[in-house]
């Protein structure tokens, strides 16, 4: 086997130089490696050929940089190190089997678990804790509905019980993705607010025929499913299909969304991770004045049962 095919390509967009899961990201050139580390050692070493490192910004295993200082088509970028390099963070094989960022992935069962959460599992149930409000802002963003306070229980209690926390590639990329895929799967509707002309509100009028949405005074924007005359059989969400793919050497994380009505569905959607969205809304303070103090208070509430 060759050099570059030991070595697994990540997505060229960014690196880190700081073992710590808010660390700032770096972009694959010159410019940003000059910035991010001065040059200096461990991240640049090696005689007489000079090589450069960051760390992989999700497993956080050495990253060797291709092509800073000679140019290399299409452009320089970022190969997973699978072994230890002088100076920088063991490398870890686990997490370096599990990163969503290696293009050479291999699929794994979403019932995969961990017997015992690793430690970087443990500090993302802290980024939940402590960051639910941002968690549940990239959720409903991504869903279209707003949910309320018992919704959300009902979500953290449901990822914690089905043990999503011990999924081997959760991530500070996935982790609002993966937190609705375990958490938010069979959730009810009944009674949430759905984005008014959305997809999925379209999809739920043209369906079912009992179902009213309700337009509060807080926002015009959305309605809250209600039933209308009659009965109203569940209208619930559906998670499958999480999976790494890759292309041109990048790696991407997606799954799917149902809405089922009636044991039919009535909806389906792709779903994207974006990835790098919640570290760089943890390392800002934009929203920390819509903390919502009752699901705080469930947050930690769950997360106590995990002893944190
Ligand atoms: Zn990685």
């Known amino acids: 086997m060759s050099h570059s095919q030991a070595e697994g390509l990540i997505s060229v967009k960014d690196v880190v130089f700081e073992l710590s899961i808010f660390a700032q990201e770096y972009g694959v050139s010159e410019k940003q490696f000059e910035l991010g580390t001065g040059r200096k050692y461990p991240w640049e070493q090696g005689v007489p050929r000079t090589k450069r490192y960051a760390l992989c910004p999700v497993c956080n295993n050495p990253v060797r940089l291709v092509g800073l200082y000679k140019s290399v088509k299409p452009k320089p970028y970022g190969a997973h190190v699978a072994r230890n390099v002088p100076g920088l963070p063991a490398h870890n094989d686990h997490r370096y089997a599990n990163c969503p960022r290696y293009v050479g992935i291999t699929p794994i069962n979403e019932n995969a678990r961990y017997d015992e959460p690793e430690p970087h599992q443990l500090e993302l149930c802290q980024v939940l804790r402590d960051n639910i409000h941002k968690i549940i802002y990239v959720a409903e963003s991504t869903l279209d509905i707003r949910g309320t306070v018992n919704f959300w229980r009902k979500c953290i209690e449901k990822f914690v019980g089905s043990k999503g926390y011990l999924y081997p590639r959760i991530s500070i990329d996935n982790l609002p993705w993966l937190f609705l ?5 069979q959730a009810d509707l009944y009674r949430q607010n759905v984005k008014l002309n959305s997809d999925m509100h379209r999809a739920i009028v ?3 025929s ?6 509060s005074s807080e926002s015009a924007q959305y309605g809250a499913l209600v039933r209308g005359d009659g009965y109203l059989d569940n209208i619930s969400l559906r998670f499958t299909g999480y999976e790494v793919v890759s292309r041109e050497n990048t790696a991407y994380e997606k799954m799917t969304i149902y809405v089922d009505f009636r044991d039919r569905e009535i909806y389906k959607a792709q779903l994207d991770v974006v990835p790098s969205l919640l570290r760089r809304m943890l390392r800002s303070r934009w929203d920390d004045n819509k903390r919502n103090k009752a699901l705080q208070d ?8 995990l002893g944190l």
């Open 206 to 208: 043209s369906n079912c």
């Open 298 to 305: 469930v947050a930690t509430e769950v997360m106590a049962k």
């Open 210 to 215: 009992n179902a009213k949405f309700e337009i």
């Open 181 to 185: 895929y375990f958490g938010a799967n």
